[in-house]
T-cell receptor
Framework: EVQLVESGGDLVKPGGSLRLSCAAS????????MNWVRQAPGKGLEWVGR??????????DYAAPVKGRFTISRDDSKNTLYLQMNSLKTEDTAVYYC????WGWGQGTLVTVSS | EIVLTQSPGTLSLSPGERATLSCRAS???????LAWYQQKPGQAPRLLIY???SRATGIPDRFSGSGSGTDFTLTISRLEPEDFAVYYC?????????FGQGTKVEIK
């Protein structure tokens, strides 16, 4: 059974940092492009960024609102995806999902940025 | 950036009726890499269709996807009570990946 389990969501002050994790199982994680997607309260889905496979170069790309502040990485030995979020803003408040188009979505983790 | 426009914003239908949801792209979607997701309140989205017309594992055959280029459609042949939800399209053929704004299918 495919599982994606996010963790690390929390309440953080503007300007702060947070690292989210996503533990994957049930598929060959190292072969999968992985994405982070977020959903602000009551709003639609917003793509945050993605990371290629290591054999594909491990390259990343990001949505404009988070570029330069967020970093996606992966540890294939641990089947885990990460999202390092720096210089957080109130508008980053959302449920953050890790997802693979073919393998599905995690249940999400809530990040609240507020003073 | 490819902008995806979904229509209608809300679809009011009765169980047993046919639902037709549209997703129009501002430019051609590479390789027709267009997915459809269903989301219910408090839940993560669920993949229904990928590559425009391939049904995901475990998805009932009342869900079908069609289209290519810039115009895509999700059809639910006969609505079941559990199908009332919000549906999103997503293109994953080019970066940045983008989502449509969603179509809510509600009970009439």
């Amino acid at each position: 059974e495919v599982q994606l389990v996010e963790s690390g969501g929390d309440l953080v002050k503007p300007g702060g940092s947070l690292r989210l994790s996503c533990a994957a199982s049930g598929f060959t994680f190292s072969n999968a492009w992985m994405n982070w997607v977020r959903q602000a309260p009551g709003k639609g889905l917003e793509w945050v960024g993605r990371i290629n496979t290591k054999t594909g170069g491990g390259t990343t790309d990001y949505a404009a609102p988070v570029k330069g502040r967020f970093t996606i990485s992966r540890d294939d030995s641990k089947n885990t995806l990460y999202l390092q979020m720096n210089s957080l803003k109130t508008e980053d408040t959302a449920v953050y999902y890790c997802m693979s188009v073919l393998w599905g979505w995690g249940q999400g983790t809530l990040v609240t940025v507020s003073s | 950036e490819i902008v995806l426009t979904q229509s209608p914003g809300t679809l009011s239908l009765s169980p047993g009726e046919r639902a037709t949801l549209s997703c129009r792209a501002s430019q051609s979607v590479n390789n027709n890499f267009l997915a459809w997701y269903q989301q219910k309140p408090g839940q993560a989205p669920r993949l229904l269709i990928y590559a425009a017309s391939s049904r995901a594992t475990g998805i009932p055959d009342r869900f079908s996807g069609s289209g290519s280029g810039t115009d895509f459609t999700l059809t639910i042949s006969r609505l079941e009570p559990e199908d009332f939800a919000v549906y999103y399209c997503q293109q994953y053929g080019s970066s940045p990946l983008t989502f449509g704004q969603g179509t809510k299918v509600e009970i009439k």
